[in-house]
């Protein structure tokens, strides 16, 4: 079955760094369009980063443009985020899934358990 473990979080400084992983299995990932999404409490899940399946194209929310760094390795199945220059407000739970091209929601209904990412001096 598909399945995603993500890791990577932690507690972190504002300025500070963090480079997260996630794992994938279960579907044919060096195909898909990878994604990170976050969710912080009490606010919905949003996108964050999309990577196409060769690695060479990104997207970007324009809250984390120019921070934060999406890539992939498709012979270990798994994609990265690589944060940088940290804010309180990117305190959340970050998890990856697979992505539809234009509407960029999620192709799985199954989320892996995420990693906390958290934001605190």
């Known amino acids: 079955q598909v399945q995603f473990v993500e890791s990577g979080g932690g507690l972190v400084q504002p300025g500070g760094s963090l480079r997260l992983s996630c794992a994938a299995s279960?579907?044919?990932?060096?195909?898909?369009?990878m994604a990170w999404f976050r969710q912080a409490p009490g606010k919905e899940r949003e996108l964050v980063a999309a990577?196409?399946?060769?690695?060479?194209?990104?997207n970007y929310a324009d809250s984390v443009k120019g921070r934060f760094t999406i890539s992939r390795d498709n012979a270990k199945n798994t994609v990265y985020l690589h944060l940088d220059s940290l804010k309180p407000e990117d305190t959340a739970v970050y998890y990856c899934?697979?992505?539809?091209?234009?509407?960029?929601?999620?192709?799985?209904?199954?989320w892996g358990q995420g990693t906390q990412v958290t934001v605190s001096s």
């Open positions: 899934n697979a992505v539809f091209y234009g509407s960029w929601r999620q192709v799985y209904d199954d």
């Open positions: 279960g579907f044919a990932f060096s195909m898909s369009i």
């Open positions: 990577i196409f399946s060769t690695g060479r194209s990104t």
